[in-house]
């Protein structure tokens, strides 16, 4: 991968890559850094790594560290802080709906979850899923009906308790 190859892969993937890693971990200083590190990581690889094949090399990298990075975290403990109560109701409404997709993600494995981020969000087709995690196109068809599976009987638990 020449100079310009590699600067003409971070203007086109860079944004989706900083989006894709955003939505699976809801920080964006963590997304930022998941982000910077598969670049630099394509950078140091760039004379192995075909100009062709960037795209699902930067993605199979940052998925890698996003599930690095959740080990890490799980292995860690936080202390839960309290939030003021200056909100305006329709942002009340607005968080909670977006806790409710957190928490149904949340449900899910690493796998299943990078694959609904991939494809639902993201717009990647089966093909290039596959080749981003390293799975068939067959296997990715059975997780994302297995995650979606999943999801709508949470979502239906949830409606039952309301």
């Known amino acids: ?17 900083y989006g ?8 964006k200083e963590d997304a930022d850094d998941i982000v910077q ?15 062709q094949k960037a795209k699902s090399w930067l993605f199979t990298c940052a998925h890698n560290a996003l599930i690095n990075m959740i080990k890490k975290n799980s292995r860690m403990t936080y202390q839960e802080t309290t939030v003021s109560n200056h909100t305006v109701e329709s942002h009340a409404h607005e968080f ?36 981003i995690l390293s799975l068939s196109e ?7 009906f297995r995650a979606r599976k999943k999801l709508k009987k949470h979502l239906k638990d949830l409606t039952v308790l309301v």
Request: charge should be positive; glycine fraction near 4%.
């Open 20 to 27: 894709f890693a955003l939505k699976y971990l809801k920080n």
């Open 96 to 131: 909670e709906m977006k806790e409710v997709v957190a928490n149904c993600m949340a449900i899910l494995p690493p796998v299943q979850k990078s694959i609904i981020l991939l494809r639902d969000l993201e717009g990647y087709n089966y093909k290039e899923i596959g080749e």
């Open 1 to 17: 991968m020449t100079r310009k190859e590699y600067n003409s892969t971070v203007k086109d993937y860079s944004g989706r890559l």
């Open 138 to 144: 067959s296997q990715v068809k059975v997780y994302l």
């Open 37 to 51: 590190d598969a670049f630099e990581k394509l950078w140091k690889n760039r004379k192995k790594v075909e100009f």
